[in-house]
């Protein structure tokens, strides 16, 4: 089943201790990005890779980092969480950022920072 | 830049009525995809219908469809016969170029109450 995976889908951490959350995407899709999603606020995009190797800053991308070693994950680290990182957060991915595509999302990871 | 608002934090229907969703837009390129997404309970982001730019015809799937204004930059979502399964958070997105790259642009969304 082509999907988009999310791990955890629930996370309670303390502020400054690191963590991940992971994505995987088994449709050979060369764009993936990472939104937060926010009361009031909709989805804003945090980072997004358009291939392997190649990532670039979306709109609020202060206190994370991500990385794109191969095509199919694109894992986001926070490596010293804090309490405004609180968020619901959704991996997606499309076959290209380049061609108008829809996105696929996984089932997001609902992170508390305490 | 390039915005996209959706006006109606909240709206409530009764069940098997005729509900609209509104949506703006604005950018400035002439290439474009317009989406709604629906956000039911469950979190998940599942696609209900989506519009090309170029295309003069409203998209219809099922009981959804779009009401395409081009020139006023308006994307509604009319859910006809509505059901309790359409409770959710609808938004509304445009995939549009910037910086040579295609980006989903997202409304603050409109959560949809069912009243049976």
């Known amino acids: 089943e082509a999907q988009v995976t999310q791990n955890p889908r629930y996370l309670i951490t303390v502020t400054g201790k690191k963590l991940t959350v992971t994505c995987s995407q088994n449709?050979?899709?060369?764009?993936m990005s990472w939104y937060r999603q926010d009361p009031g606020l909709g989805l804003r995009q945090i980072y997004y890779s358009m291939n392997v190797e190649v990532t670039d800053k979306g709109d609020v991308p202060e206190g994370y980092k991500v990385s794109r070693k191969e095509k199919r994950n694109f894992p986001l680290i926070l490596e010293s969480p804090s309490p405004n990182q609180t968020s619901l957060y959704f991996c997606?991915?499309?076959?290209?950022?380049?061609?108008?595509?829809?996105?696929?999302f996984g089932n997001g990871t609902r992170l508390t920072v305490t | 830049a390039q915005t996209v608002t959706q006006s109606q934090p909240e709206m409530s229907v009764q069940e098997a009525e005729t509900v609209t969703l509104s949506c703006t837009y604005d950018?400035?390129?002439?290439?474009?995809?317009l989406f709604w997404y629906k956000q039911p309970p469950s979190r998940q982001m599942i696609l209900v219908i989506r519009?090309?730019?170029?295309k003069q015809q409203n998209a219809t799937e099922n009981r959804f469809s779009v009401n395409f204004q081009k020139a006023a930059k308006s994307f509604s979502l009319k859910i006809s016969d509505s059901q309790l399964g359409d409770a959710a958070m609808y938004f509304c997105a445009c995939l549009t170029k910037s910086n040579s790259n295609y980006q989903l642009i997202w409304g603050a969304g409109t959560k949809l109450i069912i009243k049976p």
């Open positions: 997606a991915s499309s076959l290209s950022g380049r061609v108008r595509s829809p996105l696929h």
């Open positions: 519009q090309e730019a170029y």
């Open positions: 449709m050979n899709h060369e764009y």
């Open positions: 950018t400035s390129e002439s290439d474009y995809y």
